[in-house]
């Protein structure tokens, strides 16, 4: 068993690997630059001072989230792409530059082209013109920006054709405009189209964004919110309390009325009493929580009505309180959301506890017991029930996501700042560290819960051995 054990705890460590390279992934995958989202300055403009500032204050973030750093250890790229993409600060930016690199392949004569539109946008930027010109000034300021987003050839040769005709219009930076254009004739000229299909493999070493992430996340540094602008531990660390809490009490509640309610049903099989509780166990089962809920809190917290449990939140009490009134009050606040969360569960489990009992019921040993003249509690309790456990067991291991996990819906209703309304919030502002380090934490506990089951698989039944004879 031990041996068991411990090779299943070395499985697991490249599954988390795996599954915290997915989450990475994700993360530096998902739309939106991190770096506007902290700072909340996507599609500002302004004057030329205030951007200037705003791009020291892009530049000292962007290196403090490590992101002018490779993102892995090596990259798999084509000839045409530099190993330095990634020095380039704008996401957008790289993904349209990668795209000019796949139709004409020369990396020189693209940087060049991208540097003389970046210097002509500098160059418009330290412009100000009289009220008159101001409307072609934005135009020309627009068609510049298109530039750093379009690759297709015409849409670039009209952009670049209306900047020649404003810049003269103007008297602005005709010199830089037509540098940018003969940057651009030159690189449309000398298509080498053939690096794009040769794939180069790039290496960086240790010093890259996956990396220091990983490293970071051992550490317990699992990032910062773009929403709310502070660590991820601390969020969670604030929100996981409450909803571990819940959850683990109404998982327990759960199991310990739904097992004896299968039991009993098995046993009593057909009669009026097992007619009865199977119907309104389905009829709990179909109600929606969120119904139930409102109902709860309209009639069992209105003073109109009947005002016996308090409607939000998880306490609501004086520091000074005594402890025996501080265990009341939390019980108070507590009884509601535990019943939101639990009285859905005693349907399922409790008929998946009453197929196996029934099954286990109709084997030879229980016969066997029976003719030995053992009692029912014996038979029952004592070799039923253990061996009618395992798909209950099965059950539990997909429990412990819901550690974490939470439910929008409860904790909207009775106000808990549990994980799962953090979870929405995180999903509404698009606050991706919260949603993948809540991703991470439900895969790791999907293993855990696994490795709990097989532990009572062989502590329920003992046939189950996993070491070998």
């Given amino acids: 068993m031990f041996k068991y054990l411990l090779k299943r705890i070395l499985f697991f460590i490249p599954t988390i690997w795996i599954i915290s390279l997915l989450t990475f992934v994700l993360s530096v995958s998902s739309p939106g630059d991190p770096v506007e989202l902290l700072l909340n300055t996507a599609g500002e403009n302004g004057q030329n001072a205030d951007k200037q500032a705003k791009q020291v204050e892009y530049d000292e973030m962007r290196e403090k989230l490590h992101l002018n750093l490779p993102v892995f250890y090596c990259s798999i790229s084509s000839l045409s792409e530099p190993d330095t993409l990634y020095k380039i600060p704008k996401k957008l930016h790289r993904e349209n530059l990668s795209r ?9 004569l693209v940087s060049d082209y991208y540097y003389a539109l970046h210097s002509l946008d500098n160059e418009i930027n330290l412009f100000i013109v009289s009220d008159s010109l101001k409307n072609q000034l934005i135009e020309l300021k627009q068609n510049i920006t298109d530039l750093y987003f379009k690759h297709d050839d015409a849409v670039v040769q009209d952009r670049i054709l209306k900047i020649k005709e404003f810049t003269t219009v103007i008297h602005v930076a005709e010199k830089e405009a037509s540098q940018l254009a003969s940057k651009y004739e030159a690189l449309h000229m000398s298509e080498v189209t053939w690096k794009s299909y040769y794939p180069s493999l790039h290496w960086y070493g240790m010093n890259n964004q996956y990396h220091i992430w ?5 550490k317990g540094d699992l990032g910062i919110s773009y929403y709310k602008k502070q660590p991820v531990l601390e969020l969670i660390g604030d929100r996981i309390v409450p909803t571990v809490l819940y959850s683990f009490l109404s998982i327990f509640i759960a199991f310990i009325v739904s097992v004896p309610l299968g039991l009993n049903s098995a046993v009593n099989r057909f009669s009026t009493k097992e007619k009865i509780t199977t119907v309104v166990l389905f009829v709990l089962y179909s109600l929606p929580s969120f119904w139930i809920g409102t109902l709860l809190v309209n009639y069992l917290t209105n003073p109109l009505y009947l005002d016996w449990f308090p409607s939000k939140g998880i306490k609501d009490f004086e520091d000074s309180a005594s402890l025996l009134e501080k265990f009341v009050n939390y019980s108070q ?3 509601l959301p535990l019943f939101c969360y639990t009285y859905s569960s005693f349907a399922f489990i409790s008929r998946q506890m009453r197929g196996s009992m029934l099954q286990t ?9 029976w003719a030995k003249g053992l009692g029912p509690k ?8 253990r061996n009618s456990l395992l798909p209950i067991i099965t059950l539990m291991a997909s429990v412990f996501p819901s550690l974490i ?4 819906v409860i904790e909207f209703l009775f106000t808990l700042p549990g ?12 606050d991706y560290p919260v949603i993948y380090i809540i991703m991470l934490f439900s895969a790791v506990l999907t293993l855990f819960g696994y490795l709990v089951s097989d532990i009572l698989y062989a502590l329920v039944d003992p046939r189950i051995s996993y070491s070998k004879k």
């Fill in 419 to 430: 994980m799962g309304l953090l979870a929405y919030e995180s999903e509404v502002s698009k």
């Fill in 378 to 385: 014996q038979v029952y309790w004592k070799h039923a029930l």
């Fill in 361 to 369: 019921l109709g084997q030879d040993y229980i016969r066997t017991a």
């Fill in 405 to 408: 996990a939470g439910s929008i």
């Fill in 214 to 218: 990983l490293t970071n996340l051992l």
């Fill in 333 to 335: 606040h507590m009884v």
């Fill in 100 to 108: 000019l690199l796949d139709l004409y392949g020369d990396w020189n």
